[in-house]
């Protein structure tokens, strides 16, 4: 009867999957998460003031970029600003789920974004400027990637999605920067 136990389990802490139902008030927190809670959770305030500058970055873009033969550009600063838009509310959720609050105070969203806002007239400077953001919040996105390694997995693979889409900003604007 023990083995049948055992292998049913498939080597899992039984009692510890157990304990798992204690403590209801901590939502998807349970006693196996591994990570520092609260170092992710301002480290994912911290990106979510990056993303929410990111969108109004993007707006301002998409309604001040004029001239002909700038539609596309017009569209790609539009879409960008919709996918920045969905990585903050992803992030907004998580921090949630992990029992945070999520730091939406305008008054302080400059200084802690990793990004910086832009407010360029010329259209070469504004690809520019999301070039740039898109870059650092690549490599703010990686750091924190490596910080969290397998202690979140759920944040982790978060992360990893939303990497990646910044990975396409960048290539998509890079395309449109001017020989």
Request: with cysteine; aromatic share 6%; net charge negative.
């Amino acid at each position: 009867m023990e083995q049948n136990k055992t292998s049913l389990a498939h080597g899992f802490d039984v009692e510890a999957i157990r304990r798992a139902a204690a403590n209801l008030d901590d939502g998807a927190v349970t006693v196996g998460y591994q990570a520092d809670r609260e170092a992710v959770i301002a480290m994912l305030n911290d990106a979510l003031a990056t993303e929410l500058l990111c969108v109004l970055r993007y707006k301002r873009h998409y309604y001040t970029v004029g001239g002909p033969g700038n539609g596309s550009l017009k569209a790609e600063f539009l879409e960008h600003a919709q996918q920045e838009q969905e990585h903050a509310d992803r992030i907004a959720e998580r921090i949630v789920q992990l029992n945070g609050s999520p730091n939406f105070n305008p008054a302080t969203l400059t200084a802690r974004s990793h990004a910086e806002y832009d407010d360029s007239e010329d259209t070469q400077a504004m690809v520019r400027a999301d070039l740039i953001a898109e870059r650092v919040a690549i490599e703010s996105y990686r750091q924190m990637i490596l910080a969290i390694g397998d202690k979140d997995p759920t944040t982790r693979q978060m992360l990893v999605e939303i990497l990646a889409v910044e990975e396409e900003h960048a290539d998509d604007l890079r395309d449109f920067l001017a020989p």
